[in-house]
């Protein structure tokens, strides 16, 4: 069990660039979360996913923002004509959902994403 | 919805006690409690699943009010190691199973 590793760690990007963000969860977790954390704040749900299935999308997330999981392992997460308001650490977490009974989040470090 | 926390920081010195509380108002299927240090990933402390029960470990324990929808962290006899912000997430049960996370409440422990 290496936890849940996110890449990369940090970028750096101008406004209207794409950034694609990768995640790995821990191998026997089924449950992939998406999460957007700004200073002083929680964090934000943004998507999660159950295997390859996409179960809910925040109602907050605008359509520049996608994410997959193509063979219920690793995820990516796009964010596309990125702006300013879009600066955060983007949090990866898994979690054995459905094979344990509780839904204990395992989070990865983050990605911060700086947009000039 | 996010669940509201109180207080939003709070300076303890050392030895002492400290409760940090969370309210929600929606029915909750589970609380989660978690500590996020500096430039560091949230961690996981502990889980409380609704009918009311009290879970700890060392000197950590929290408490889940089903019917007020309220959940309380206590932290004994503060160790610096504590310090942090502690986060509370809410799940509201099958079918709703996404993690929301509180407001946060800071904690400083002081030698």
């Known amino acids: 069990d290496t936890g849940v590793s996110q890449d990369p760690r940090h970028k750096i990007t101008k406004r209207g660039q794409n950034v694609t963000f990768r995640c790995d969860p821990i191998s026997e977790h089924n449950r992939l979360y998406w999460y957007r954390q700004t200073l002083g704040q929680g964090p934000e749900f943004l998507t999660y996913f159950q295997n390859e299935a996409q179960l809910e999308k925040s109602r907050l997330l605008s359509d520049r923002f996608s994410a997959e999981r193509p063979k219920g392992s690793f995820s990516t997460l796009e964010i596309q004509r990125t702006e300013q308001g879009d600066s955060a650490m983007y949090l990866c977490?898994?979690?054995?959902?459905?094979?344990?009974?509780?839904?204990?989040?395992?989070f990865g470090a983050g990605s911060r994403l700086t947009v000039l | 919805q996010q669940p509201v926390q109180s207080p939003q920081a709070v300076i303890l010195r050392e030895g002492e006690d400290a409760v940090i509380n969370c309210s929600s108002s929606k029915a909750l299927y589970s609380v989660h409690w978690y500590r996020q240090k500096h430039g560091e990933a949230p961690v996981f402390l502990m889980i409380l699943l609704k009918g009311g029960e009290q879970k700890g470990h060392d000197k950590i324990s929290a408490s889940f009010n089903e019917k007020k929808q309220q959940s309380s962290l206590y932290l004994t006899a503060s160790q610096l190691s504590y310090s942090g912000t502690y986060f509370c997430g809410t799940e509201r049960g099958f079918g709703n199973e996404k993690l929301t996370f509180g407001t946060g409440t800071r904690l400083t422990i002081i030698p």
């Open positions: 977490a898994s979690s054995p959902r459905g094979k344990s009974g509780a839904n204990v989040l395992t």
